[in-house]
């Protein structure tokens, strides 16, 4: 379980900087491929149809683990980009407290200009994924509305 | 002695293109390279000038009204069911029902004539390689009558097995749907001889024509299909148009599929006589600009050849084949013996769904998924495929193109 150093702004702030730094969307998409393949691999015993995310072409498996008040997300997808998108997801949204991630906007997915890129079903996808996450949180806050503090 | 050596003329593609504005658009930043033809063909510039023809200048609804503007408008729209009756080889013009696509012409069938005629326990038979529009009608239909839906397999080729298929047919057959060249796959199916064995055992056969009245000559009358059905939009027409073929016996002893306006004779509370032919399968306004610019298409089709445009596209074809066949790791699913226009394709390691992106990202435009054909996808265990497919304005260019682009994308992904 990896603890962020930085806040949700900053993660974001410090993703849009990185895309910044390319020209063209070819390398947008190889970084982001690049992310996909980095993303630390899923246990395949959690690759079942209760974790599993479907879109219209591709799957995404998402799993959740919440520990001291903060809830850490693992996920997976057959899919490279969505895998790579999966992965900036989790770098900003895993190991916070569940109300950091159900205000956060998330304002990064416009910021690198994936929402303009994208075509609508598949961003609509990645849209889903997110509100797939923020669910998880309201889950878990209903359940333990005051997060235990270590 | 006369020897008349005639050597076709090879079509002038850039003088066809020019006529598909479209064509000139850039896709982020490159020129647009469009090859999800089997999903949608782009359109002439005499469709869309036919269109904004009709608003412009007689905008009426049809059949109705006795003033001038109506009668141009109903005179054009017949004059598209004329143009189809001649396309397809029909008998007369009231056999040719203009619906607003292949699924709803479908849907006619089960509706109307399913609804009718089958009971517990009859068959139904349709096949691996159907598109949804041509399952799913037949499952609502055989759910409701408890009927039975039988499947014809195909072989690894991608081709119908019709060894099964005959052994499939029996007193209990009441039905055939069969489409006749596979979205996915490109399969021409050897429909003529499929009907002929399904009506020696007294089954109806509906064949679904969505991709292959581009292609193929039809003539429905030396196919002998009961019923026939096909959208204008991948004949180079508008979308909201599609058309049902059917044997007027048949059409005359099916109850109406809507009701409404245009397909009523009279109208009390105690009873309504229906229209005739067509117009009894007609409730409601129709998509009366779209249909007149219909016609706009299959004359486009007609005044270039279809045998010219399938000459055309099978170049195409042969040389994707070998070309794609080159890429380390890329299998073409689908190579039926007899296709048309369609190479389906997986590549190791890289999903659908990332070679549909990548593509995009440099103005290609390709099919991916699993092209409303799961159980055709689940049959050769495969998620989905890539697809690339081609029209009479597409050329060898696009092809290396979409080679190269294919080779950036295993490049990128492994």
Known sequence: ?????????????????????????DDKYEYIIDLGKKLPLLDPKYKVDENRVRGC??????????????????????????????????????????????EAKLDFIRGIGMTTHLAQTRSNGLLSMVKQMKHYALAYKIKDPVPSKN | M?????????????????EFPIL?????????????NAATSQKPQQVIDAIVHYYTNYNANIHRGIHTLAEEATAAFELTRDAVKSFIGAGSREEVIITKGTTESINLVAYSWGRKNIKAGDEIIISFMEHHSNIVPWQILCEEKNAVLKVIPINDK??????????????????????HVSNALGTVNPVKQMIATAHAVGAVVVIDGAQSAVHLDIDVVDMDCDFFAFSAHKVYGPTGVGILYGKRALLDSMPPFQGGGEMIKEVSF???????????FEAGTPNIADVIAFRSALQFVKAIGKEKIRNHERELLEYAHQELE???????????????????????KAHPQDIGILLDNRGIAVRTGHHCAQPLMDRFAIPGTSRASFAVYNAKFEIDELVKGLQRVVKILS
């Not at chain 2, 019709?162 to 009441?174: D, H, Q």
């Not at chain 2, 380390?328 to 389906?344: D, H, M, Q, R, Y």
């Open chain 1, 1 to 25: 379980m990896m603890y962020p150093d930085l806040t949700i702004a900053e993660t974001e702030k410090e993703i849009v900087e990185e895309f910044a730094l390319f020209d063209s969307w």
């Open chain 1, 57 to 102: 072409q591709s799957s995404v498996w998402l799993v959740t683990n919440y520990r001291d008040g903060k809830l850490f997300y693992e996920a997976d997808s057959d899919a490279m980009i969505v895998k790579g998108l999966i992965s900036m997801l989790i770098r900003v949204l895993s190991g916070r407290t569940t109300d950091e991630i159900i």
């Open chain 2, 2 to 18: 006369n020897v008349s050596l005639t050597i076709p003329k090879p079509l002038d593609i850039i003088a066809i293109r020019q």
């Open chain 2, 24 to 36: 000139n658009r850039e896709i982020k930043g490159k020129p647009l390279i469009y090859l999800d």
């Open chain 2, 158 to 179: 991608g081709e119908l097995i019709i060894g099964e298929y005959e052994k499939m047919l029996g007193p209990k057959t009441k039905l055939v749907s069969i489409v």
């Open chain 2, 270 to 280: 105690q009873k309504t006589t229906y229209n005739d032919l067509p117009y009894k």
């Open chain 2, 326 to 348: 080159k890429i380390p790791g890329l299998k073409i699913i689908g190579k039926a013996s007899e296709k048309v226009s369609v190479v389906s394709f997986v590549i190791d």
